[in-house]
């Protein structure tokens, strides 16, 4: 129970919440709406009232020295079986300013990211643009107009056309290592998750000293037939532009990523 103190009453909402214990920063489309759905089976977790809350990527909560955190508190429910809190906004971790940001709200807190294959991912969030019809280019176009501009002098991050950009992970964990030690952060590999769920959430009930996951079933979640397929070409490109990011990762986190490299 150490995440809230339970002898200071609600003032205004759930201002009696001192601070969350926990944040599922990364990546999107890296299958944390499933590890979100298998964290509220937990009965002593809390977590937000939705996924994605959005708080510490919005500039404008933190526009002077003092963010008002009731306004992020105010997503929270807790009850007395809660043991811990959290929440799932996966942009945290790509978006420059959220990690110092979350470092100032809570120094303590804990990280869960969960990495996909870039690649796949890529492709991923491009088809889910598409769908939201707010993308008409190809996927090969879209990759090389953002490669222009990440490889501009005035590039800056952009919160819908990042399908290069937020596959660099090696770059956005190396961030969160400046601001907090690597025991605050557990890292969880996409195709583990997705394989074997159950092992990953007895490793995630160990990094938050929680009691054992009850046994769940595997979630598909988002996962369909995409109307075109991945081209040579633009399979080509994308090892290459992750060549160097792949292999860093590697040696960083001390994963064997051949699967990712094919």
Known sequence: ???????????????SLSRID???CGTQKGGTTALDQYLRLHPNICMADKKEVHFFDK?????????????YHKHFSPNN??????????????????IERIHRYNPQ?????????????AFSHWNMERDRNREDR??????????????????????????????SYFSQIQKIYNYFKKDQLMVIRNELLREHPNEVLDDVARFLSISPFPSVEHREV????YPVKLREN?????????????????????????????
């Open 22 to 24: 926990f944040i599922i």
């Open 222 to 225: 988002h996962s369909r037939t």
């Open 81 to 98: 079986d809660h043991q811990t809190i959290g929440e799932a906004t996966p942009i945290y971790m790509y978006w420059n300013q959220a």
């Open 59 to 71: 500039d404008r909560y933190f526009s002077d020295l003092d963010p008002d955190y009731t306004k």
């Open 138 to 167: 190809s996927f090969l176009e879209a990759i090389l107009d953002e490669n222009s501009k990440i490889n501009s002098s005035d590039h800056k991050q952009d919160k819908t056309y990042s399908y290069l950009d937020r596959g």
């Open 234 to 262: 633009e399979l080509t490109f994308l090892h290459t532009f992750y060549k160097h990011e792949i292999n860093s990762l590697e040696k960083l986190l001390d994963w064997d990523l051949t699967s990712w490299k094919e």
């Open 109 to 121: 807190i804990r990280l869960i990211a969960v990495l996909r294959n870039p690649i796949k991912r």
């Open 1 to 15: 129970m150490s995440f809230f103190n339970n002898t200071i009453q609600s003032i205004l909402g759930n201002e």
